[in-house]
């Protein structure tokens, strides 16, 4: 079902006349939901990945908006009722019981504002980035650089904190603090996509000078004051907006293609807003990083939870870890007829286990068609939600996502009528075809003018706006659906036929699967390039998808292929990450090209 809900990341405006870099592209975000997206910063977006593969009905609801009226027009109205004649003369005994009221809202909200503009001025600070992303058709070369502008801000340990999209895919990043006309080289200490955030480090000791950390807050209720504080376009200078927290709940990250908590502000958030603070009571409370377009006023921030897991991370292992997966695909029960097949008693909630990563700790204890009745003690209601704070409800990810890799979880389970605990231990878990590969180049293998590539959805993005549609259907569906059965596994497909006469007629076969080499199963990229370069018979099989094949003469295809890299100006045969597991034989080849 396509929802006309569209996300739109805030990058930071294109360096360059003022312009924003905006595009759109159309994402599957689950079987239920699939806005179109809208980013403004150099990468393309991904379709939503649930990490724990639950769908949660309740996140398609676009039609409650928060609505913020302005102080000023509740005093104009009593103002108005008390002066029928339409002067400005006031009964001193009553109106200003009236008036205080709503200007000691107003006084409290622009002093809430002056606030966070004094606290943010030594400790916000706008972001310089150069990118170059890669171009998946021609895996051996990048596309032309861009500049981009984002905000950042100071926290403990003389680091700075930003959003993942504002430095994806640098190749350059300048950091200017508020005052200073001075701009100084920053470096990307860890770096996590999926929750959108980011560490820069500044070797320069000049810029610390007068700079002021900000600290960390809780998660803000409903309807409390915040100021986002930032760098967006239209001007030079910082930038300071005020509005409420709307809603808290797991939101789809439009960068990292996942979801995780985040919360909806009123307040005005554009892009270069991106990577500031929204501040709250001298604290933190969150991360500027995307906001709705088509709807005034809805932007959304990276809770403290997030920021602190993401911290925790680096500074207990040096890297960004992940977040973890319990590894389930699960189904509400709010079905009465379901209930009853699964022996479920009027007192038990749950969600139905539909499908399980073979990969995960979860594969080992749990089955399809088991109820999960609680996590770590927390009852899961029939929609797969649990309490939160004062009579609010979240989707049990949420308590999944915010345990650390290798914490257990004990899980109450049905299972044919009867009851279980089970431990499972909980880790990151990725896909079989990635849903991003921010500052990676691509992995290829180029053997007789077969391009050999690692099926990923950037390089299905390449296919355009409409992607989901005009690529090709299969790898479409299983980059989306299909889950991994052995560790390292990947697809890979013959992306292009680079011409030659030893390859005249296999020009059809590309955009297939690669399944064996003679004889003999793949497992990933590297495993074919293995079996390739070590190939001792005289001719060379490839088995593909739909049952075609591919045959070669070994010898003259090793010839055709420094031939063809000299005429297509490739630099080498293979990757750097194939070039270090390549035998002599592949290094011998590689000089020749």
């Given at each position: 079902?396509?929802?006309?809900?569209?996300?739109?990341?805030?990058?930071?405006?294109?360096?360059?006349?003022?312009?924003?870099?905006?595009?759109?592209?159309?994402?599957?975000?689950?079987?239920?939901?699939?806005?179109?997206?809208?980013?403004?910063?150099?990468?393309?977006?991904?379709?939503?990945?649930?990490?724990?593969?639950?769908?949660?009905?309740?996140?398609?609801?676009?039609?409650?908006?928060?609505?913020?009226?302005?102080?000023?027009?509740?005093?104009?109205?009593?103002?108005?009722?008390?002066?029928?004649?339409?002067?400005?003369?006031?009964?001193?005994?009553?109106?200003?019981?009236?008036?205080?009221?709503?200007?000691?809202?107003?006084?409290?909200?622009?002093?809430?504002?002056?606030?966070?503009?004094?606290?943010?001025?030594?400790?916000?600070?706008?972001?310089?980035?150069?990118?170059?992303?890669?171009?998946?058709?021609?895996?051996?070369?990048?596309?032309?650089?861009?500049?981009?502008?984002?905000?950042?801000?100071?926290?403990?340990?003389?680091?700075?904190?930003?959003?993942?999209?504002?430095?994806?895919?640098?190749?350059?990043?300048?950091?200017?603090?508020?005052?200073?006309?001075?701009?100084?080289?920053?470096?990307?200490?860890?770096?996590?996509?999926?929750?959108?955030?980011?560490?820069?480090?500044?070797?320069?000791?000049?810029?610390?000078?007068?700079?002021?950390?900000?600290?960390?807050?809780?998660?803000?209720?409903?309807?409390?004051?915040?100021?986002?504080?930032?760098?967006?376009?239209?001007?030079?200078?910082?930038?300071?907006?005020?509005g409420v927290v709307s809603r808290v709940?797991?939101?789809?990250?439009?960068?990292?293609?996942?979801?995780?908590?985040?919360?909806?502000?009123?307040?005005?958030?554009?892009?270069?807003?991106?990577?500031?603070?929204?501040?709250?009571?001298?604290?933190?409370?969150?991360?500027?990083?995307?906001?709705?377009?088509?709807?005034?006023?809805?932007?959304?921030?990276?809770?403290?939870?997030?920021?602190?897991?993401?911290?925790?991370?680096?500074?207990?292992?040096?890297?960004?870890?992940?977040?973890?997966?319990?590894?389930?695909?699960?189904?509400?029960?709010?079905?009465?007829?379901?209930?009853?097949?699964?022996?479920?008693?009027?007192?038990?909630?749950?969600?139905?286990?539909?499908?399980?990563?073979?990969?995960?700790?979860?594969?080992?204890?749990?089955?399809?068609?088991?109820?999960?009745?609680?996590?770590?003690?927390?009852?899961?209601?029939?929609?797969?939600?649990?309490?939160?704070?004062?009579?609010?409800?979240?989707?049990?990810?949420?308590?999944?996502?915010?345990?650390?890799?290798?914490?257990?979880?004990?899980?109450?389970?049905?299972?044919?009528?009867?009851?279980?605990?089970?431990?499972?231990?909980?880790?990151?878990?990725?896909?079989?075809?990635?849903?991003?590969?921010?500052?990676?180049?691509?992995?290829?293998?180029?053997?007789?003018?077969?391009?050999?590539?690692?099926?990923?959805?950037?390089?299905?993005?390449?296919?355009?706006?409409?992607?989901?549609?005009?690529?090709?259907?299969?790898?479409?569906?299983?980059?989306?659906?299909?889950?991994?059965?052995?560790?390292?596994?990947?697809?890979?497909?013959?992306?292009?036929?680079?011409?030659?006469?030893?390859?005249?007629?296999?020009?059809?076969?590309?955009?297939?699967?690669?399944?064996?080499?003679?004889?003999?199963?793949?497992?990933?990229?590297?495993?074919?390039?293995?079996?390739?370069?070590?190939?001792?018979?005289?001719?060379?099989?490839i088995d593909l998808d739909e049952e075609?094949?591919?045959?070669?003469?070994?010898?003259?295809?090793?010839?055709?292929?420094?031939?063809?890299?000299?005429?297509?100006?490739?630099?080498?045969?293979?990757?750097?990450?194939?070039?270090?597991?390549?035998?002599?034989?592949?290094?011998?080849?590689?000089?020749?090209?």
């Amino acid at each position: 079902m396509l929802s006309s809900t569209i996300l739109r990341r805030l990058g930071g405006a294109r360096d360059g006349g003022g312009a924003s870099v905006r595009r759109r592209i159309s994402t599957i975000l689950s079987p239920s939901l699939s806005p179109l997206i809208s980013k403004t910063h150099n990468l393309l977006p991904k379709p939503f990945h649930n990490k724990s593969l639950f769908i949660n009905p309740l996140n398609n609801n676009n039609n409650n908006k928060f609505i913020c009226c302005s102080s000023y027009s509740s005093s104009t109205a009593a103002a108005s009722t008390e002066n029928n004649n339409n002067n400005l003369k006031r009964d001193d005994d009553d109106d200003d019981d009236v008036i205080s009221e709503s200007e000691s809202v107003s006084v409290s909200n622009a002093a809430s504002a002056y606030s966070a503009t004094e606290i943010a001025l030594d400790s916000v600070v706008k972001i310089f980035t150069v990118s170059s992303c890669p171009n998946y058709f021609l895996p051996w070369q990048n596309k032309p650089q861009r500049e981009s502008m984002g905000s950042g801000f100071v926290i403990s340990g003389n680091r700075i904190l930003t959003n993942a999209h504002v430095v994806a895919d640098h190749t350059f990043v300048l950091v200017r603090k508020h005052g200073s006309p001075t701009k100084y080289r920053a470096e990307v200490q860890a770096i996590g996509h999926e929750c959108d955030l980011a560490l820069l480090t500044v070797d320069n000791h000049e810029f610390w000078n007068g700079m002021s950390f900000l600290e960390l807050g809780d998660i803000p209720f409903l309807q409390e004051a915040v100021a986002v504080v930032g760098y967006p376009q239209g001007g030079d200078n910082i930038s300071v907006t005020k509005g409420v927290v709307s809603r808290v709940e797991p939101t789809n990250y439009v960068h990292g293609a996942t979801q995780l908590m985040a919360i909806q502000i009123d307040a005005a958030i554009n892009p270069g807003n991106s990577g500031g603070p929204a501040i709250m009571e001298n604290k933190v409370a969150g991360v500027a990083f995307q906001n709705l377009s088509g709807a005034e006023n809805i932007g959304y921030i990276i809770p403290v939870p997030v920021i602190k897991q993401f911290l925790s991370g680096v500074e207990n292992h040096g890297k960004y870890v992940g977040f973890c997966s319990l590894g389930l695909s699960c189904q509400p029960t709010e079905n009465v007829q379901l209930r009853n097949h699964f022996k479920m008693r009027p007192e038990m909630t749950g969600v139905l286990v539909c499908k399980i990563n073979p990969l995960s700790d979860a594969h080992k204890v749990l089955k399809k068609d088991d109820i999960i009745l609680a996590f770590d003690g927390v009852p899961i209601a029939n929609d797969g939600t649990v309490p939160f704070r004062n009579r609010e409800r979240i989707t049990f990810d949420h308590l999944i996502t915010m345990k650390k890799p290798n914490e257990t979880a004990l899980l109450r389970v049905l299972r044919g009528g009867e009851e279980h605990e089970f431990n499972v231990t909980l880790r990151p878990l990725q896909p079989l075809v990635p849903v991003h590969q921010f500052d990676t180049p691509p992995s290829f293998y180029i053997f007789a003018g077969l391009v050999f590539v690692p099926l990923t959805q950037p390089y299905l993005h390449e296919y355009g706006e409409d992607w989901y549609n005009t690529s090709p259907r299969r790898l479409c569906e299983r980059a989306t659906k299909d889950l991994p059965q052995k560790p390292d596994q990947e697809i890979v497909i013959v992306s292009q036929v680079l011409m030659d006469d030893i390859s005249v007629g296999y020009e059809r076969l590309a955009e297939l699967q690669v399944k064996k080499v003679n004889g003999v199963e793949i497992d990933n990229l590297k495993h074919l390039c293995e079996l390739v370069e070590n190939c001792s018979s005289e001719n060379l099989r490839i088995d593909l998808d739909e049952e075609r094949v591919i045959v070669l003469n070994y010898h003259q295809a090793k010839i055709a292929t420094s031939k063809i890299l000299t005429r297509h100006r490739i630099p080498c045969a293979m990757s750097t990450d194939l070039v270090a597991h390549g035998n002599d034989s592949s290094m011998s080849m590689l000089a020749q090209a």
